[in-house]
């Protein structure tokens, strides 16, 4: 249903569930206020970026979304790929690709591929994620260390090589207020929840730094002053040449927007017993995309951990998230000067400590353990991401992912030969198990199980091959055929030709009401073989070789010649 939450919460919405939002929201958007400038920075862009994307973007996907309690905002996905887009094509490719990845979001909803988003492999997920969080980490070093050096490479392995080269020029005070900052965050819980512990730990190293004049780089000393006004909306240069450059990372940023969005969503509806619209949540994301981007923003996305923040203190309605996002640009219009004296040492903690719980290590260690194809998928995926680049190791990842799940479906899918009384190895008897039947002298019966799909079709055609002489009947049993496609209906008619070819009577027996039937029908194939030859069991299959053989000894003579 396409359909914004918004729209039923606010039926019979009472003051006391406000006063529960107002409340959730505006925890949530202090929470929201160092992560936005964090982000921002991370990715390249200026610190008010941040700041635009969680008021424009995080309106737009509380308002129009499909879950109750989704915050949106920038996130640490998107840091990697927003970097790199930076890097090479500037600010303003940058606000095209997210305009892009706006409209793809939006026509992945009217689609309605909400729900084949969420069936994205874990292995893929885990592998860029947790391949992410080492980028973010890696990202972070010269900040929390206070290196003095110029540009940080872009590539991971020269990223590395250029710290350790300047690494003598590590300032103390730096790396001192970045170690207090993540210290402060672990253990703030165990003191107090109302405070988070990344809003504490910026405000006590911002004052300390301005109390003692320590020689630490600021927002403020980098960036310049935050604007306490929100940018006119601005449509960006296009050219096709930008634009199709644009579309492989606009994909990768809609497909991470969607599939970060639809996980909280998840989420967030285990956490209250609620149950998401995932394809409204696509089409409000896309919405929050475009906006953010005609505001100067970054892409953004549902945001697991400001999700969960905003339940725990009893967000129940989207009105939270929409109070979350007034609540950042009252603080950016009101405080936004005192935002440019927070040390970048400190940010970087917080990153430090995003990173951590981006990683996914336990859930990385135990994919490692399980079957080697979902560890070949989950390594791939994330040595791509830190070595290569993001948008490749999503693509390589789930082409790898498919083609082994294809595997997998042809080592379930099998062909069997009968041409006598035996046993199926089924444990559940019936009367159609093959081996109540005496298959009759010049009948030949071929089983298959399992999907007849493109991957499957070829073993079906290797079985065929044993045939040396043709027989006067083929039986083919498909009772354990689920599905087939294009392949196996190509398969099924070239079978039928050679059949012709050698005058042997071709019957499909199991074929019931369901997906093969229909394609038999919609493919003509269902006429060409003869409706009387397409038998929902074995028994009326066999009873029909038995006709034809019959008939066909009565129609040649002498009869016992047959």
Not at 312 to 330: E, M, S
Not at 517 to 538: C, M, Y
Request: glycine share 8%; proline share 5%.
């Amino acid at each position: 249903m396409l359909k914004p939450k918004l729209l039923d919460t606010l039926k019979g919405y009472t003051a006391g569930q406000f006063r529960k939002d107002a409340m959730a929201g505006v925890i949530v958007g202090i929470v929201a206020l160092p992560l936005a400038i964090a982000f921002a920075i991370a990715s390249g862009v200026t610190p008010e970026k941040g700041l635009y994307t969680a008021v424009i973007a995080g309106f737009i996907i509380s308002a129009l979304g499909g879950s109750r309690v989704q915050i949106g905002g920038p996130t640490g996905a998107f840091i990697v790929i927003v970097f790199g887009i930076v890097q090479q094509y500037g600010v303003n490719g940058l606000i095209i690709a997210t305009l892009i990845a706006g409209v793809m979001l939006i026509i992945m909803g009217f689609a309605k591929l909400g729900s084949v988003i969420k069936f994205i492999p874990h292995p893929l997920i885990v592998g860029f994620t947790s391949g992410i969080a080492l980028l973010i980490f890696s990202s972070q070093i010269k900040d929390f260390f206070g290196l003095q050096m110029g540009t940080v490479p872009a590539e991971f392995v020269e990223k590395w090589e250029s710290y350790f080269m300047h690494f003598g020029s590590l300032n103390i005070y730096a790396v001192i207020i970045a170690a207090a900052t993540v210290i402060i965050i672990l253990f703030s819980p165990k003191v107090t929840r109302v405070i988070p512990g990344s809003l504490f730990a910026i405000l006590l190293s911002t004052v300390a730094v301005q109390l003692f004049h320590l020689p630490v780089e600021t927002i403020g000393s980098k960036f310049g002053d935050i604007p306490s006004s929100l940018p006119n909306p601005v449509i960006p240069h296009l050219d096709f040449a930008t634009v199709k450059a644009m579309i492989q990372p606009a994909f990768t940023i809609a497909l991470l927007a969607g599939i970060e969005s639809l996980l909280s969503a998840v989420v967030a509806d285990g956490m209250i017993g609620g149950n998401h619209r995932s394809n409204m949540e696509l089409v409000g994301q896309g919405t929050a995309n475009i906006f953010s981007a005609l505001f100067g923003g970054i892409p953004a996305t549902g945001a697991i951990a400001r999700t969960a923040t905003n339940i725990k203190n009893g967000g129940r309605t989207p009105v939270a998230g929409i109070i979350h996002a007034l609540t950042l640009l009252v603080i950016m219009l009101f405080v936004g000067k005192w935002v440019a004296l927070i040390p970048l040492a400190s940010l970087a903690g917080i990153l430090m400590v995003v990173a951590y719980n981006m990683s996914e290590w336990e859930s990385f260690v135990s994919i490692l353990k399980g079957p080697k194809s979902d560890a070949a998928v989950l390594l791939v995926t994330f040595l791509l991401t830190v070595f290569i680049d993001l948008t490749v190791a999503i693509e390589i990842g789930m082409v790898l992912a498919a083609f082994l799940f294809m595997r997998k479906m042809v080592q379930f899918s099998g062909v069997n030969v009968f041409t006598k009384a035996i046993d199926d190895g089924e444990q559940v008897k019936s009367k159609e198990d093959i081996e109540n039947f005496t298959i009759p002298k010049h009948v030949q019966v071929f089983e298959i199980t399992g999907p007849m799909f493109f991957a499957a079709a070829y073993k079906f055609k290797e079985a065929m091959r044993i045939l040396e002489t043709p027989p006067k009947v083929l039986i083919i049993r498909m009772r354990q055929v689920p599905m087939i496609d294009a392949t196996g209906i190509k398969t099924l008619r070239d079978v039928l030709h050679q059949t012709k070819q050698r005058k042997t009577k071709l019957i499909l027996s199991g074929v019931t009401e369901g997906q093969v039937l229909t394609e038999l029908q919609k493919s003509r194939l269902l006429f060409a073989i003869g409706k009387a030859n397409v038998l929902p069991t074995f028994t009326l299959a066999m009873e029909r070789a038995q006709q034809y053989l019959l008939q066909e000894a009565a129609d040649n003579t002498p009869a016992d010649k047959i």
